[in-house]
């Protein structure tokens, strides 16, 4: 029984990290860049409405998986596939300074992330949960 209540807790943990990665992640950053916006650009973007931030998103939550894999190499992947789908925007210098900025922020929050969802296992798996399988008789 202890085991499956430790996977409930382990998938609580998870769920939220991903939800705080993704939807936690999209506001810190939107509110960081937020001043640093174009006030020259009055045109409409020619990619997709919002396609921006859903990628913002989606590039946290693998920056995330990478991390609680171990396989941080990997995150360069993330950086680079951007890169490609923005080279031409990218000579622009303002857009590349914004692009720059709202991806380093988007790895560093995600990595964070990893690293406080990492501390909480840890501490889990080593003061309380050996704590509560005592008291549980498991």
């Not at 174009?38 to 991390?67: C, F, N, W, Y």
């Not at 720059?100 to 798996?125: E, P, R, V």
Request: hydrophobic share 55%; with cysteine; proline share 3%.
């Amino acid at each position: 029984m202890f085991q499956l209540e430790l996977f409930i807790i382990l998938a609580l943990l998870y769920l939220c990290a991903y939800l705080w990665t993704i939807f936690g992640g999209a506001f810190f950053v939107g509110h960081f860049l937020s001043p640093y916006k174009d006030p020259k650009s009055t045109e409409k973007p020619m990619g997709l409405s919002g396609a921006g931030k859903k990628i913002g998103q989606v590039e946290r939550a693998i920056i995330l998986t990478l991390a609680l894999m171990g396989e941080f190499g990997a995150i360069s992947f993330v950086f680079v596939a951007k890169s490609m789908a923005r080279f031409e925007q990218l000579k622009e210098r303002h857009f590349a300074e914004y692009y720059l900025l709202g991806t380093l922020l988007s790895i560093f929050f995600a990595l964070a992330t990893a690293i406080l969802i990492q501390g909480i296992i840890t501490l889990l798996t080593v003061t309380i949960l050996p704590e509560l399988q005592n008291l549980w008789g498991s």
